[in-house]
């Protein structure tokens, strides 16, 4: 079964410095998103990307975040300079026609 | 606003016993509903969805119920098994609003006992 996927697994970074969480969605899928889980939280929406472009975007997702889609098939999440409370687990997830979305496995991210 | 919640956050059955899992969402606006299930460090997996025209559907031992006059979703999971342990979010789509997000719930924990 086709999946997504995510590295790296795990990620510590400095508080201060720039991480790049890298996914491969599935191939023919023409919709991507960002969402983040806080331990114990729920998952939280943090942007969608279609078209080559950012279509909707949470309080979260301010100027410190950004996403590319620099080929066919990688979406990349850049925090700029990470904050402590940036440690979460972070989740990609696609669709190819707005329904059955799947979501990879996540990358945690620890800022110390 | 969107809102999706969870009437229990942690249900505790027998093995071998069915387990209902009870979801509440406010938006009137969603058209699709979805049932992940997580386990310890991994990512949300899909489970079962239905569509806001259905009220009800059937996958293997797990059944969605969809009750559009009070807002209320429910997983029914038949003859539970220890791998069913795992947290169960219901996450709902806004057809209208943008690229049409996911919008999750607070989610509950399912323990299965021996």
């Known amino acids: ?112 | 606003g969107e809102s999706v919640g969870l009437h229990l956050p942690t249900l505790s059955v027998q093995e071998g016993d069915n387990s209902i899992i009870n979801c509440a969402y406010s938006n009137s606006a969603s058209d699709y509903f979805i049932w992940y299930k997580q386990e310890s460090g991994k990512g949300p997996q899909f489970i079962i969805d239905i569509r806001s025209n259905m009220d009800k559907r059937q996958g293997q031992r797990v059944t969605v119920l969809l009750n559009k006059t009070v807002k209320h979703l429910s997983l029914q999971i038949a003859a539970t098994q220890p791998g069913d342990s795992a947290v169960y979010f219901c996450a709902e789509r806004d057809r209208i609003q943008g690229a049409q997000k996911l919008v999750f719930g607070q989610g509950t924990r399912l323990t299965i006992n021996p």
């Not at chain 1, 990470?82 to 696609?94: G, H, N, R």
Request: charged content about 20%; proline content about 4%; overall charge negative.
């Open chain 1, 1 to 112: 079964e086709p999946e997504v996927t995510q590295t790296p697994s795990h990620q510590v970074t400095q508080m201060g410095q720039e991480v790049i969480l890298r996914c491969v969605p599935i191939s023919n899928h023409l919709y991507f998103y960002w969402y983040r889980q806080i331990l114990g939280q729920k998952v939280e929406f943090l942007v969608s990307f279609y078209n080559n472009e950012i279509s909707e975007k949470s309080e979260i997702f301010d100027d410190q975040f950004s996403v590319e889609r620099p080929d066919g098939s990688n979406f990349t999440l850049k925090i700029r300079s990470t904050k402590l409370e940036d440690s979460a687990m972070y989740f990609c997830a696609s669709t190819q026609n707005l329904f059955g979305y799947t979501f990879g496995s996540g990358t945690r991210l620890t800022v110390v």
